[in-house]
């Protein structure tokens, strides 16, 4: 059985810093790409971030970029999310995915993540 399992989140001034993680149980961790997504109140899922199997490539929604930063840990099969100089535009759940195995990076659709978390909640107060 799969399990993707993000922890991390919480609580945080703007201006600060919180380092998400996700643990990943069950499948084939490092031949594949995975990614970051968040959905505040009342939105849409969006695409955060995303890096792929050997992490060696990445890519960023605009409204991150320059603030967070996403790594793995293929031995613990585990992925980060880095995030500096939180906004209160930050607030949201942010869910933790895994592509098909060997699957490129793409381009972030969540329609090409397989597998996904039950999310983390941040929440950053202005």
């Known amino acids: 059985q799969v399990q993707l399992v993000e922890s991390g989140g919480g609580l945080v001034q703007a201006g600060g810093s919180l380092r998400l993680s996700c643990v990943a149980s069950?499948?084939?961790?490092?031949?594949?790409?995975l990614g970051w997504f968040r959905q505040a109140p009342g939105k849409e899922r969006e695409f955060v971030a995303a890096?792929?199997?050997?992490?060696?490539?990445?890519r960023y929604a605009a409204s991150v970029k320059g603030r967070f930063t996403v790594s793995r840990d293929n031995a613990k099969n585990t992925v980060f999310l880095q995030m500096n100089n939180l906004k209160a535009e930050d607030t949201a759940l942010y869910y933790c995915?895994?592509?098909?195995?060997?699957?490129?990076?793409?381009?972030?659709?969540?329609?090409?993540?397989?597998?996904w978390g039950q999310g983390t909640q941040v929440t950053v107060s202005s």
């Open positions: 995915a895994a592509r098909d195995r060997y699957s490129p990076l793409g381009t972030g659709d969540e329609a090409d993540f397989e597998y």
């Open positions: 069950g499948l084939t961790f490092s031949s594949r790409a």
């Open positions: 890096l792929s199997g050997s992490g060696s490539t990445t």
